[in-house]
């Protein structure tokens, strides 16, 4: 066997793999929609599907054809059935309504976000100046009910045989094939012409309402369902436009998500990339996951839809049922920490230190306005976690707020504090050698200052000092100063001198410089706030932007 004999055997090879691997992942990809989102009662149950041109005229019979054609190109995409059962044509080849019955596996599951009104803008063929028009269409998806589901007494059935009317010939004028079914206690009316045979338009009439009194039923038990959950099912979604087609810009735009597809020829074949679209609503709107970016932008599609995506949904949809509590611990976190911060404490008590009482009420203000902030956004986050397809955004979003306005804060306390050491070290120290004109220990002290306070009695009573003259030789405690005449002085007489030169001017030096800078204090705790404030509005508008269903 030749070199390029092996090398086109093993390229069959690769591509057959390839192939099953395609048919693997398809397979797999399905079975974890499946598992994410579950099954309803109803979604494997056949369907009956309406399509009925809406305003426009003869350009929306057009369009509701090309609808009513996809449709049935992708039930043979799906190996459904795909009977006509009812088929009104327009004077330009288009359809002013038709009804057919699907049947086939998850064939309500796919198809119930079909349900709606559909928009078409684009030059119409009996347009001759060019002009773009808009038109619409509506979709009716009914669930067919099984024998199970529903039963109804024969005696409450009024059946009335007429002739047809329509193309069929002579036969269809002289019997009476057509068949009209009336429910008398809803009131609801089936009728079918479709067949030749009386009988058969019998069992589709029979067919219809069954599904009318079915979809009436699901409509009177999810009533109160419905104000949570948006379902596009039978009659409720015809008022609520779905979907756009444009035509001129090639692109197809579903507004529930809103998610964008490009190349319409491609989508109205009813092959891959309407099969695409379908598993991203079912996705989405049972498992509540929306995009994180406000539109999906597809290009030519493929057979499957992008992998990365779906893979980030399903963690998502796999950690949501424990993100509520964890975000939750997590946020707890943060805050527990910024309380116990050293920076945070220092500024509480640089503000709780100064004697003005209104730059001190004004600065409390400010911090339980911060905890409100801090409040709010925790309800926040828990409620996008819990109820909103924006998760991401609004959580990440708000925890930089919290730390940017808890580093603010630290860095104004930091800064603040170092500059009131200095002046205590400078002004403080010269303010003792002036009034006692001797030297003394007081030099060692003032160079060991940490903070405003460091030297307390209980410093006084477990240190030892030493001078600056004289390194080697330590001074205990109650020689801590050296009284005029060079003798030292007993210990009550150190400690008054300590509170007196040391503590109470340290204070007064702080309340002095507070006051002083308290417009500065304000200004800055009022930027903190105003920067929560905004992180929170424009997570809130990041949210509506994304999420309009939520909020």
Sequence with gaps: MSNGDEEAELQALVNTEIEDTLKHIQVLEEKLVELLVGTEAVDKNDILLEVTAGVGGQEAMLFTGEMFDMYGSYASYKNWSFDVIDFEKSELGGVRHATAIIAGHDVYKYLKYEAGVHRVQRVPRTEKAGRVHTSTMTVAVLPQPTQIDINVNTKDLKI??????????????????????????????????????????????????????YQKQLNEQEAAFQQKRKMQMGSAGRSEKIRTYNYSQDRITDHRGPITFHNVPLFLSGTESFDDLLNTLILQTCCGLW????????????????????????????????????????????????????????FIDVVHITEDEHFRNAAYILIAFGAFIFLVGFCGCCGAIRNSKCLLGFYILFLVMVFAGE???????????????????????????????????????????????????????????????????????????????????????????????????????????????????IGVGCGIAGLQIFGLIFAILLCRSVDQEKY
């Excluded at 002739?163 to 009316?189: C, D, L, M, Y």
């Excluded at 998502?316 to 945070?344: Q, T």
């Excluded at 005029?484 to 030096?509: H, L, R, T, V, W």
């Design 291 to 346: 995009s994180a970016f406000p539109s999906y932008t597809w290009g030519q599609m493929g057979v499957h839809a992008n992998l990365l995506e779906m893979a980030v949904e399903i963690a998502v949809s796999i950690s949501k049922r424990r993100i509520f509590m964890l975000s939750g611990v997590a946020i707890l976190g943060v805050g527990v920490w910024i309380l116990v911060d050293p920076n945070l404490q220092d």
């Design 160 to 213: 009335d045989t007429f002739r047809a009317t329509g193309a069929g010939g002579q036969h269809v004028n002289k019997t009476e094939s057509a068949v009209r079914i009336t429910h008398k206690p809803s009131g609801i009316v089936a009728e079918c012409q479709q067949d030749r045979s009386q009988i058969k338009n019998r069992d589709i009439a029979m067919k219809i309402l069954l599904s009318r009194l």
């Design 407 to 521: 580093l603010a804060a630290g860095i104004l306390a930091a800064v603040y504090k170092t500059e009131i050491i200095k002046k205590f070290e400078t002004e403080l120290g010269t303010s003792i050698k002036i009034d006692y004109r001797e030297k003394s220990s007081w030099d060692v002290v003032q160079a060991k200052l940490e903070c405003c306070g460091a030297v307390s009695v209980n410093d006084y009573d477990n240190s030892t000092w030493q001078t600056k003259q004289q390194p080697g030789i330590k001074i205990p405690a109650s020689c801590c100063i050296l009284s005029s005449d060079g003798n030292p002085e007993n210990e009550d007489e150190c400690k008054a001198k300590i509170s007196k030169y040391f503590e109470q001017p340290c204070k007064d030096k702080l309340v002095q410089w507070v006051e002083s800078h308290s417009v500065i204090l």
